[in-house]
């Protein structure tokens, strides 16, 4: 059974729609990444967070520790945005492996 | 360099034979980690290196594979006698002692016929 679970597994938008990805997990960690797969394989990191909210240009990355719970958000989405997004945990008592989710295949149409 | 890098990008090898992929990390970076992704699966851990810590092995599927890492900078991933499930895409990724991110490598895809 994955430690991380995303959803949905694919997801295709139009342009200019906001998206959202959801992530749970289900222990404590220590930190949740959010990475960015291209469809020629090379991987982006985008957000490392503990807590709270992260913004970096068109994209939002939430968690809630409570729920266990992470969401990435993409505002005014672009078909440049195509990618698989890939949520990823360190668990507190690891040393320093991340746990990855299946990863979110977004595809944007124009 | 500024980022990850791994070589070789792309290898093809007939099954029973041995590959070696190299890694070489961000200048500095003292912990480096290897990761696979099969087909249609997710990332998955391999091996972990810490500064001049024992290396966290316990992600390796078999005894087949091994890693060293020399140094403290250039790493090897060695597979032996590889298996057609063996095929993935190899990462490998660094990081620094101040932040926990991890910056990753373009990958080497391996093929095994």
């Known amino acids: 059974k994955n430690e991380v679970e995303q959803s949905p597994q694919n997801l295709t938008a139009q342009e200019g729609e906001f998206i959202t990805i959801n992530c749970s997990y289900s222990?404590?960690?220590?930190?949740l990444h959010w990475l960015q797969q291209h469809p020629g394989g090379g991987i982006v990191s985008l957000f490392m967070?503990?807590?709270g909210k992260k913004k970096h240009g068109r994209l939002i990355a939430t968690i809630n520790i409570q729920e266990k719970h992470s969401s990435l958000h993409i505002t005014a989405s672009h078909p440049r945005d195509s990618a698989v997004y890939i949520c990823?945990?360190?668990?507190?008592?690891?040393?320093?492996?991340?746990?990855f989710g299946k990863g979110t295949k977004l595809s944007v149409k124009p | 360099g500024a980022g990850v890098s791994q070589s070789p990008s792309n290898k093809v090898t007939e099954k029973g034979k041995d590959v070696e992929l190299r890694c070489d990390p961000i200048?500095?970076?003292?912990?480096l980690y290897w990761y696979r992704q099969s087909l249609g699966q997710g990332l998955e851990f391999l091996i972990y290196?810490?500064?001049?810590?024992?290396?966290?092995k316990s992600g390796l599927p078999s005894d087949r594979f091994s890693a060293e890492r020399t140094g403290g900078s250039v790493s090897t991933l060695t597979i032996q006698r590889t298996q057609q499930e063996d095929s993935a895409v190899y990462l490998c990724?660094?990081?620094?002692?101040?932040?926990?991110?991890?910056?990753f490598g373009p990958g080497t895809r391996l093929t095994v016929l």
């Open positions: 990724a660094s990081r620094g002692d101040l932040y926990n991110e991890q910056f």
């Open positions: 222990v404590g960690i220590s930190a």
């Open positions: 967070l503990s807590s």
């Open positions: 990823a945990v360190k668990y507190g008592g690891s040393q320093g492996n991340l746990i």
């Open positions: 200048s500095g970076h003292t912990a």
């Open positions: 290196f810490q500064g001049n810590s024992a290396p966290d």
